[in-house]
């Protein structure tokens, strides 16, 4: 059964503008704004001395509350006897990072003065998470002198030169070996290149209070089980195989039949009741020599889908792996969509609306749709060309935006995946791994997402689950993955998923 909402504020990313809206809330709720920035230090000091815990420490503090923390936690080192030399960039700005720097007794250090080899460990507190404009100047060059001498480096809540937001390096960036943030993680923590820059991330409780989320109300989360464990369809004793949906897949010519059969297998290993896949009566023997479990039917036109369409128990259908015509794509998608069922469209089928895409986007909007596009950067630029050119406005914003205009939960595959549904929600996922760089590994996600659908979970959710397995399948493999060796390791990742939901799967393991 699907279970009901839950509450998914473990997994919530906030920007920078929600996370500064969380500070205020929680300053007029008690204790004030400095009292945060006295606990963010406190934090801060813990995680410099469990990485460094001898040897000199240099702290490097920008001009805003950023800066104000770094500070802060200098002069907390200092007193617990730790050697710390405090170097400081420009003036501070602000009341809370002008009374943390009164709090330090000594001269500050200009940051010409700055080596950063004569230190065990230097703390990055230049600036933070609402970074939005490229570093110039002597920060750059700072940062710079950084990362030649491979220094250790703890970050406070961003390397400094990461969006926040976006990911984005703005020009350059210290390479942290970890780095330390508060409340919750910031988009830019997975989105890449910035998410390669933080090392180990760590979320410190500076006493902000949950309920604040209520009000903030975030529309972006981490891709992981506590988003979506309410809407998976749990195992029961009662289950059977028509319980659990029929998935369709369509293959195309006799000489491109490959791509269908991955995406059928992983949609059967991922959790349909029944796979079958839909050939043209060219493509059937060679098909047949390939199926065992998945069922094979002939469909050679539109007229025989609408045939097939009258069996209500067929409700989730992947198109595009290896299908080639266009036209009979673009036929194909506009069937399933006006007889209500779901639908992933991919790889080929996404291809053939290059130069339809309004036809594609009037699909989604006006049918109600189970609709999920799972494109590639290229893909996707083809579909939405002006959204691709606003890749500096980062990932999410350019799904959300496709999402919306298109009707439909956009996939903007990568080692990043984001996962974007019309009413704004985004996740970002990060079981992703280069592993999964390798020809084919696609359309096994294309089956995984139909899986889903197919189990009746919500597109959204359907589209998340197949992106996390997807990645947790793969990080499993390890290096030489190719993709059929993805639809194997299923069990071992859904029973990782099962295990992180809560769930156990009846009668097993066996009792003697």
Known sequence: MNRGDADVGDCSLLTPKEMAQADEMAAKLGGGSYSLMQHAATAIADMAESMAPDGPLAILAGPGNNGGDAVLAAHYLRARGRT?????LGEAQGDDAGKARSEWASETESPEAFVATEFKLVVDGLFGAGLQRPLTGAA?????????????????????GVSGETGQVLRVAPRAEATVTFFRRKP???L??????????????????????QEIEPQTFANQPE???HRLLEPTEADHKYARGHAIVFSGGPSHTGAARLAAIAALRGGAGLVTVFAPGAAMAVNAAHLTAIMLRRCDDAGQLADHLSDARLNAFVLGPGFGRADKARAYAAAILEAGRALVLDADGLTAYRDHAADLFLLGATNDARLVLTPHMGEFARLFPDLASEAERGKPHMARLAAARSGAVVVLKGSDTVIAAPDGRAAINATGTPALATAGTGDVLAGLVGAQLANKVPPFEAACIAVWLHGVAARLHGPGLIAEDLPG?????????????????????PQE
């Open 188 to 190: 830019g923590h997975l």
């Open 84 to 88: 710390v030399r405090l170097f400081t």
């Open 140 to 160: 750059a060059e700072l940062v710079r002198r950084l990362g030649e001498a491979k220094a250790r480096v703890l970050s406070i809540d961003l390397p400094s």
């Open 227 to 229: 988003l979506w464990r």
């Open 489 to 509: 390791l299923m069990p071992r990742a859904i029973a990782r998923m099962h295990s992180l939901c809560g769930f156990g799967l009846p009668g097993w393991p």
């Open 192 to 213: 890449q290149p910035g998410a390669a820059f933080c090392g180990r991330v760590t979320v410190a409780d500076i006493g902000i209070p949950a309920s604040v989320l």
